[in-house]
């Protein structure tokens, strides 16, 4: 099997420049991973709207993941993350942060899945929110 043949049933790559999608986020994607294998993903420019005061927030976002047998397409990921900048994708950070977890969990079934998400200031006061899931998708506490 050639490689075009391998990755023919990704939708997003490939398909020109990323324009921030409106409605409900693009699946993730995956593709196979060669074996087991931990991923670090970062984000530095998250961007997503408050759903009371439409305002927008900002935050660094840093997905974390131990892949068995699949592995996040980027692009699509990216895709995805975008969705959170139009009114419709509006939530509130805790809420965002469990959305991506969920999302990558969802999409590649890792063995484990950590987000974090540092989100800028706003009225002075900073925030940190972070998710970890284990291999049957249920919380990790720290």
Not at 21 to 28: D, L, M, S, Y
Not at 40 to 56: A, G, H, I, K, W
Not at 107 to 126: N, S
Request: net charge negative; proline share 8%; hydrophobic share 40%.
């Amino acid at each position: 099997m050639g490689i075009r043949e391998k990755y023919q049933h990704l939708r997003a790559l490939g398909q020109g420049p990323i324009k921030p999608p409106k409605g409900n986020p693009p699946v993730i994607e995956t593709v196979l991973a060669d074996g087991p294998i931990t991923v670090r993903l970062d984000l530095p420019n998250l961007v997503s709207f408050c759903p009371v005061t439409e305002q927008p927030d900002y935050g660094s976002l840093i997905i974390e993941y131990v892949a068995d047998e699949y592995l996040i397409e980027t692009k699509s990921l990216k895709m995805h993350l975008m969705s959170y900048m139009h009114e419709d994708g509006a939530a509130f950070g805790e809420d965002i942060t469990w959305h991506i977890a969920r999302g990558v969990y969802t999409a590649a079934e890792p063995t484990e899945t950590f987000v974090v998400i540092a989100w800028a200031p706003r009225g002075g006061i900073g925030m940190t929110t972070s998710v970890r899931l284990d291999k049957k998708g249920e919380v990790i506490k720290e």
